[in-house]
Structures are given as structure tokens and as C-alpha cells.
């Protein structure tokens, strides 16, 4: 699938597979590596080079050493869809999406997924950062899993889960899109 299960010695979490190189994930789940461990449609384990990362948005960009086949998402190019001479928005608040991650302690194999409602939408201060909240179920390992809404489009990676409010927070595509081609050249930051 276009999720994947990261191992490091110190931290498991999941990852979303971009291209057959290339995997976003929460820049938690890899702080202080430079190599992880990648399991890819719950198959053996390749490795993987962790090529950017950026603390204040949580993303990190990790390049496979061989290109696996299967799955990818693709970033969505706006939050505007046209179909059959309508238009519609990618994700909006009410929206049903769905969580995809692993959780190491259930399967490496075959990841979780649990289902709820975008409940905010912000671009969060300093850096105007754009952030989605959503209703449903997340927990340890599911950080740097997919966010899809109901018609199967990427809507961004999960990086953390509120035990105050028991919502959890996404960085949105807009903001994956905006850090790509920085963490595809090496930024560390």
C-alpha cells in the first residue's frame, strides 16, 4: 500500500509513499537518524536515507535505496476539485476522511485505520503553517500515516494526537507541497 511501517532503533511510526523513492513522514518519528529500516506493502524491510526534514512543519522526506513498486499518493495540485462540470473541495470542515498508520504493538504488516470528521482547518502562527484537525481515533505509531478524505485523496500526514481534547492534528498537502522540493534537496532544518 502507499502506507508504510518505519522502524529506527529508537522510534516506530508510519510513513506515506509519494513516489517508489520517496516517503513523507512526521519528522518526530525519525529525529536523530539518518537511516530507517521501511516496510513497504507489509513486505521485507528496505532501507531507506532520511534526505530532509523540517522540526517546525514535523515533515521528514525519506529516499528509498531501491525503488519499491506498488502504491503512491499523488499531492493533491489544489483544494479544488472539478469533476463533471462541477467543483468541490478537497477537504473542508465536516468532511469524513480516514486515518491510515501502524501500530507496532497490533501489526507491522497491516496498518490501522479508523475513520472521523475534519473538524478545523488553521494556518497556524508563527510561520502560518497550514494544520487540519480531525475527530478521529489515533494512537503511538500512526504518527506519519495518511489523512484521505472519502473519495480516496491525500489530505496530509498525521503528526500528533491531543490527550486534552482527543482530536488529532495533520499537516495539510498545501504545506507538504510547499516544503517538498526543500526537504528533496537536502534541507535540514
Same mark, same amino acid.
Given at each position: 500500500?502507499?502506507?508504510?511501517?518505519?522502524?529506527?532503533?529508537?522510534?516506530?511510526?508510519?510513513?506515506?509513499?509519494?513516489?517508489? &523513492?520517496?516517503?513523507?513522514?512526521?519528522?518526530?518519528?525519525?529525529?536523530?537518524?539518518?537511516?530507517?529500516?521501511?516496510?513497504?506493502?507489509?513486505?521485507?524491510?528496505?532501507?531507506?536515507?532520511?534526505?530532509?526534514?523540517? &522540526?517546525?512543519?514535523?515533515? =521528514?522526506?525519506?529516499?528509498?535505496?531501491?525503488? $519499491?513498486a506498488?502504491?503512491?499518493?499523488?499531492?493533491?495540485?489544489?483544494?479544488q476539485?472539478?469533476?463533471?462540470?462541477?467543483?468541490?473541495?478537497?477537504?473542508?470542515?465536516?468532511y469524513?476522511?480516514?486515518?491510515?498508520?501502524?501500530?507496532?504493538?497490533?501489526? &507491522?504488516?497491516?496498518?490501522?485505520?479508523?475513520?472521523?470528521?475534519?473538524?478545523?482547518?488553521?494556518?497556524?502562527?508563527?510561520?502560518?503553517?497550514?494544520?487540519g484537525?480531525?475527530?478521529?481515533?489515533?494512537?503511538?505509531?500512526?504518527?506519519?500515516? =495518511?489523512?484521505?478524505? *472519502?473519495?480516496?485523496?491525500?489530505?496530509? $500526514?498525521?503528526?500528533?494526537?491531543?490527550?486534552?481534547?482527543?482530536?488529532?492534528?495533520?499537516?495539510?498537502?498545501?504545506?507538504? *507541497?510547499?516544503?517538498?522540493?526543500?526537504?528533496r534537496?537536502?534541507? *535540514? *532544518?
Amino acid at each position: 500500500g502507499a502506507v508504510t511501517f518505519i522502524d529506527i532503533i529508537f522510534s516506530r511510526g508510519s510513513g506515506v509513499r509519494i513516489s517508489p &523513492t520517496e516517503i513523507i513522514t512526521a519528522e518526530h518519528v525519525i529525529t536523530g537518524a539518518g537511516r530507517a529500516n521501511v516496510s513497504v506493502n507489509g513486505g521485507v524491510f528496505q532501507r531507506a536515507t532520511v534526505t530532509g526534514y523540517d &522540526t517546525a512543519r514535523d515533515l =521528514a522526506l525519506l529516499t528509498l535505496d531501491e525503488p $519499491v513498486a506498488g502504491l503512491t499518493v499523488e499531492l493533491p495540485f489544489s483544494n479544488q476539485v472539478f469533476a463533471d462540470l462541477s467543483q468541490r473541495s478537497v477537504a473542508d470542515i465536516g468532511y469524513e476522511v480516514a486515518l491510515i498508520g501502524f501500530v507496532p504493538e497490533i501489526s &507491522t504488516n497491516t496498518p490501522l485505520v479508523t475513520f472521523g470528521r475534519i473538524g478545523a482547518l488553521w494556518d497556524i502562527q508563527p510561520g502560518d503553517y497550514s494544520i487540519g484537525q480531525v475527530d478521529a481515533a489515533a494512537t503511538n505509531g500512526m504518527s506519519g500515516g =495518511a489523512v484521505f478524505n *472519502k473519495f480516496g485523496e491525500f489530505l496530509g $500526514v498525521l503528526v500528533t494526537s491531543s490527550a486534552f481534547d482527543g482530536n488529532v492534528r495533520y499537516v495539510r498537502f498545501e504545506e507538504i *507541497k510547499e516544503v517538498i522540493e526543500e526537504l528533496r534537496a537536502g534541507s *535540514k *532544518k
